[in-house]
């Protein structure tokens, strides 16, 4: 089994579109992207995904619970609301349970934006179209079912991504949208491994490929990613 999540184009929010580098991108994408013949495509609803989607294929399922992971949490002290992939370096950094899977949706801050529910609805969703294609979740790992060489495409957002990844991997989201950064049109692939008959579980193959922007000259776009050094903050 295949599983490859690519993350939109260079987003233009204020239009709810591409911007024309993104559409450059998703372009670049159509021309280079390499998909199994079969390949399922499942887009978010969102105007930025469905672009990416299409430049790939004609052929693509919507499905409304791939759109942006944008559920916040209310932050101590401040009571502003926060996004729980993206938590300033200061305070996640020193609370050891942020990078527990067993205990991080369980925290107080994650309950007062319903994480726990949300993340766990949306992995049920994953996991069912999985399911269809003959993988079972059992507690981290995969029963199969039916052995299966297909391949799933999901593109969807970054925190998104990291929802999906995060599932895959048992590795809390959080951690992964602070500590990784895919860049618009990046290609995320994933393979099943079944070293024990009937039990498997999913490698991460490559992140946030972009060679198909190598091949059209294109540098990736900056969105998604903050200032390498704190004085050049404002030139982004």
């Known amino acids: 089994m295949k599983i490859t999540i690519i993350r939109h184009g260079d987003p233009d929010y204020e239009n709810n579109t591409l911007t024309p580098t993104g559409f450059k991108e998703v372009e670049a994408l159509g021309k280079h992207f390499k998909k199994r013949d079969g390949a399922v495509i499942y887009s978010s609803p969102l105007p930025r995904a469905k672009l990416t989607a299409l430049a790939i294929s004609k052929d693509i399922i919507v499905k409304d619970w791939l759109q942006e992971f944008v559920y916040p949490v209310t932050m101590p002290v401040t009571n502003e609301k926060h996004l729980t992939w993206d938590f300033l370096p200061s305070f996640y950094l020193n609370k050891k349970e942020m990078y527990d899977i067993d205990k991080y949706l369980d925290m107080p801050l994650m309950k007062t934006g319903n994480i726990k529910e949300i993340y766990t609805e949306i992995c049920k969703?994953?996991?069912d179209i999985l399911k269809e294609h003959g993988?079972?979740?059992?507690?981290?790992?995969y029963k199969v079912e039916k052995e299966s060489e297909d391949e799933i495409i999901f593109v969807c957002h970054f925190g998104m991504m990291c929802v999906l990844m995060s599932h895959l991997m048992n590795i809390p989201h959080s951690i992964l949208g602070m500590t990784t950064c895919c860049a618009p049109t990046g290609v995320t692939r994933f393979v099943?491994?079944?070293?024990?008959?009937g039990i498997a579980h999913f490698r991460c193959l490559c992140f946030s490929d972009t060679s198909h922007l190598a091949l059209e000259n294109y540098e990736p776009s900056f969105a998604g990613r903050f200032c390498e050094i704190y004085s050049s903050k404002d030139r982004h």
């Open 135 to 141: 993988y079972i979740r059992v507690d981290n790992y």
């Open 192 to 197: 099943s491994e079944e070293r024990e008959k």
């Open 125 to 127: 969703n994953f996991d």
